[in-house]
């Protein structure tokens, strides 16, 4: 059945079929939408086409739109559009900035003698609590519950300010900590994958479209769901239901084809990918993937690749709707109705793939042998750099001397065979270099996946069979991202096996993949930093930048949850596995990896007992359900926050007052902050692990009354504007070219002035009222959806970011910021121009950048030489994010949206 629905923009095609319990249901009819082409349209623009279809049916003028959509091909130049956003995902380290925000807004609409309750999430919004829990406590049986009860003294605040906002907005829901990390949460129950929408024309299912403050959303692309990370700024613009651009300057296709080999894990392949597509260079794009490979990935093994999508630069990665999606919505415990429904919905409306589907066109096409996929790890500090597991050993000592960068140290050779013995709880340890202090069983991308947990549990079974044991400096860790992977695990008897070998339970939720590591046992920090080693952290996690796992290491390594296990019996990073025993049995045999590798079929078989609906529906039944700690705790209510002047947590965000500067057409006599090289990533601009007590932030919070002990992490002081402030561009691993070789947040702004912060040049520059700027390389702002690495710069007075290119979400958080983001001409940067960064700027033409595309015109004037001039790209993309920028960011539009709504409502009462 199929009707024609005639909107003011466009003429619709929807196709009737089943719904629940056989009611009538309808679709857009995709395949009509797209007929006559000559190959198929990737099915991720597809959810796009649909989209732009049902905002049609709403009454919004989208014809041009469609029809780009409807007709893109390979040489398409880039496209945007406007995407109408289904739900928002909040984790809380982002969610809290976000709803703060919403709740000082609040605060200016009753300053103005406004209804606070304009200011109200128009689409439902999750937070979960997932990014708070650090790992004080590890290798112990009461592991978790001790770290739990640390966890809600420390965040007291911020849980009570989520409680209050869960009762003051009306469509916000909160998950409470020890649930599980937001994306696996997300992938195994709150997806819908299609779901109903109302349109003029009446109630219509479609796709869901979600955007989640954190950058690994689109790990729900494995369930074909279209879904990326968003900073905080959009994330809650897209709450409040303004518009959400989006840019599609090309669809990377990815063909798997063939079986993964025995030894060889999906996290191998998620590492190759990573590799692959990271040479390839796919910033932005969409990334599709399609063939028989693809075809045959479970789920979680779809998931566990879509996951990874911010360390591969993609906006998102796709798997379509097929059989494998509904049989891992079945077995995951949603409703059956429901999953008939997608199933039903998908055919219909063409967003349905079979195996013999003819390929997708795409921009360009990479093709990935499934056969050939090795072991492998990545580091020692982007997971972009896979290392095969044969020559991690050699990788990693080639690594010590090489020059510091993403893959070397900058040692000399004389301290090459540096060690220290250092005592742990009463056993003497050697340290040195490649000496494993962190073995960690964490993070949404892995622990998603029984087929490498189950493993990880059998590998330990058979190393605890042998009389293997972990060396004592190395620090175990099992943090799940969901109750499901305990309950399985148990179920077929690993947790003791992993609990002999200290990978015991520290909490459900994020830990070391975000910094939140714990400390190491006494003398080991202090050891290797009088010494000046490279120990080594292994983690099963997606994120491994430099400076960002513990303060006192500097390699970390992302592998598979099998792999982190038997690096942490070997007790080193740079082992020979095909050469060199983990350890020895109890008659001194050495135990090679291979010894102890699991079968494949047994893994096999215990994932089919472990996936069961009834596992699933029991975990997540209470999934809204606090714990007592959470019942317990006390917040206020009321439909505006009670701000506490005097909290070192929560205090009053100035944003709404700071999105009153608009954008100035020239900005005079501004000044460089901070020059960077390549791939400066959100991690330092905005760091995420602990707070040292000798840096600026950790000094203002010793001045607020709070003792080291009670730090917490960066992450959980977000809502302290003075104090993220401090530490903007302050990773101790930072390094600004201008401040003369030191690593920190510091800068100089005269080549033979003082080193100072970073913070404090900030204020000296506003008193002379010189604008801030930062200079560049590519990637700028590459990893976490972080909008602090925004907001930060943004009080730090930054009026611009001039950059060889930007990530994705950074360079929308900016703008968000208005800060405005430029991009050098092909083939010109900060070293081909010649800039020191101790000119003096001058940035003209800003306006007409916006208005119409003109190139920006800079001028550097330095001591003793000629102007340097250039033109620069304002990066901007579609009239909203342009309107946005020209008006001063998005905390303006917020205010005015709001005051326009009541406006609206009382002309439409009168």
Avoid at 444 to 458: D, E, H, I, K, R
Avoid at 886 to 893: K, L, M, P, W
Wanted: aromatic share 6%.
């Amino acid at each position: 059945m199929q009707n024609v629905v005639r909107t003011n923009s466009a003429e619709i095609a929807c196709a009737g079929f089943p719904g629940k319990g056989g009611a009538p249901a309808l679709a857009v009819d995709l395949n009509a939408l797209t007929a006559g082409r000559k190959r198929p349209l990737p099915r991720s623009l597809r959810v796009v086409l649909e989209n732009l279809a049902l905002q049609a049916l709403d009454g919004e003028d989208v014809a041009h739109e469609i029809a780009a959509i409807r007709d893109w091909s390979a040489s398409t130049d880039e496209i945007s559009v406007p995407l109408q956003v289904s739900r928002v995902m909040l984790p809380d380290s982002s969610g809290l900035p976000a709803l703060m925000d919403l709740a000082a807004a609040r605060d200016a609409l009753v300053e103005r003698g406004r209804d606070p309750s304009a200011v109200e999430p128009a689409v439902p919004v999750t937070l979960v609590v997932d990014h708070s829990l650090i790992v004080d406590v590890a290798g112990h049986p009461n592991a978790r519950n001790r770290n739990m009860a640390e966890e809600y003294r420390r965040n007291a605040e911020r849980y009570a300010f989520f409680k209050w906002a869960e009762q003051a907005f009306d469509r916000l829901r909160v998950v409470p900590p020890g649930s599980g990390i937001i994306h696996q949460v997300h992938l195994e129950s709150i997806a819908q994958v299609a779901a109903p929408r109302e349109v003029q024309e009446g109630r219509i299912i479609a796709t869901e479209f979600v955007l989640g403050c954190d950058s690994h959303t689109t790990m729900v692309g494995g369930i074909g769901m279209l879904a990326w990370g968003v900073g905080g700024i959009d994330g809650e613009a897209a709450a409040l239901g303004l518009p959400y651009q989006v840019r599609i300057p090309r669809v990377v296709g990815v063909q798997l084809n063939g079986d993964l080999p025995a030894g060889s894990t999906t996290t191998d392949l998620v590492l190759t990918v990573t590799e692959r597509l990271r040479q390839l260079g796919v910033v932005g794009a969409f990334v599709e993937f399609c063939g028989p490979g693809a075809a045959s990935l479970s789920v979680p093994d779809r998931a566990t690749i879509a996951n990874m999508a911010p360390e591969y630069g993609a906006t998102c990665a796709f798997f379509p709707i097929d059989e494998r999606t509904i049989e891992y919505l079945a077995v995951s415990g949603r409703d059956p109705d429901h999953v008939s429904l997608v199933e039903s919905y998908a055919r219909a409306s063409g967003m349905w793939a079979d195996p013999g589907d003819p390929l997708p066109e795409v921009t360009e096409m990479v093709e990935i042998d499934l056969g050939s996929i090795v072991p492998s790890v990545a580091g020692p500090k982007r997971p972009q750099d896979r290392v095969p597991l044969d020559r991690i050993a050699q990788s990693f000592r080639d690594a010590l001397c090489a020059p510091v960068g993403p893959q070397g140290f900058g040692l000399s050779e004389d301290a090459r065979d540096a060690c220290v013995e250092v005592d742990v709880a009463g056993s003497p340890v050697t340290l040195r270099h490649g000496s494993l202090t962190i073995a960690a069983i964490t993070s949404c991308t892995n622990t998603s996946n029984p087929t490498v947990m189950l493993a990880a549990g059998l590998l330990a079974r058979n190393a605890v069979a042998k009389g293997l044991c972990v060396p004592p400096q190395v620090k175990t860790s099992l943090a799940p991202g969901s109750r499901v992977v305990e309950d399985y695990l148990a179920a077929a008897g690993l947790m003791e096996p992993l609990e002999t070998l200290g990978f015991h339970v520290v909490g459900i939720g994020c830990t070391t993949c975000s910094g939140k590591s714990g400390p190491l046992a006494p003398g080991i920090s202090e050891a290797i930093a009088k010494n000046d080693l490279v120990c080594a952290a292994i983690l099963s996690g997606n994120r491994n930048f430099e400076g960002r796992i513990h303060k006192s290491v500097r390699a970390a390594y992302l592998a598979s949850p099998p792999l982190v296990v038997a690096f942490a019996l070997a007790g080193r990073v740079d082992i020979d596995f095909a050469n060199e025993p983990l350890g020895h049995d109890a008659q001194g045999v050495g135990v090679m990896l291979s010894d102890i590798w699991p079968d494949r079929d047994e893994i096999a078989a215990l994932e089919k007992d472990s996936q069961q609906p009834e596992r699933f529906r029991s975990s997540y039944a209470t999934l809204f359900d606090g714990a007592q700690l959470w019942d317990d705790l006390e917040s206020p209510r009321g439909p505006v926050f009670d701000w506490n002047p005097d909290s070192s947590y929560i205090k009053r965000p100035p944003f709404i007052e700071l999105g009153g500067q608009a954008l100035p057409d020239r900005i005079e006599q501004a000044r460089a902050l901070v020059v960077a090289g390549d791939s400066l990533t959100t991690d330092f601009v905005t760091p995420s692990g602990e707070i040292l007590a000798e840096s600026q932030a950790g000094q203002y919070l010793m001045d607020q009354g709070v003792a080291p002990r009670d730090f917490n992490a960066v992450t959980q002081r977000r809502g302290n504007h003075e104090f993220m402030a401090r530490v903007t561009f302050a990773n101790q691993r930072m390094k600004n070219r201008l401040a003369g070789g030191i690593e920190g947040g510091f800068t100089r702004l005269d080549p033979d002035g003082e080193v100072m912060t970073i913070y404090d040049a900030a204020q000296q520059l506003r008193e002379q009222n010189c604008p801030a700027i930062v200079l560049a390389g590519k990637d700028y702002g590459m990893g976490s959806s972080r909008d602090w690495a925004a907001k930060g710069p943004k009080l730090l007075g930054v009026a611009a970011v001039l950059a060889e290119s930007f990530e994705r979400i950074h360079r929308a958080n900016l703008i968000g910021m208005g800060i405005a983001p430029l991009v050098f001409s092909p083939g010109e940067s900060v070293e081909s121009l010649g800039l020191t960064g101790f000119e003096t700027f001058r940035l003209t033409g800003l306006h007409d950048a916006v208005e119409t595309g003109a190139p920006v015109r800079v001028s550097a004037i330095g001591r003793g030489i000629e102007p340097r001039d250039f033109t620069m790209r304002l990066d901007v993309t579609g009239t909203h994010e342009a309107k946005l920028l020209r008006e001063g960011g998005i905390f303006a539009e917020i205010l005015k949206t709001a005051l326009a709504e009541k406006d609206h409502e009382r002309d439409d009462t009168a």
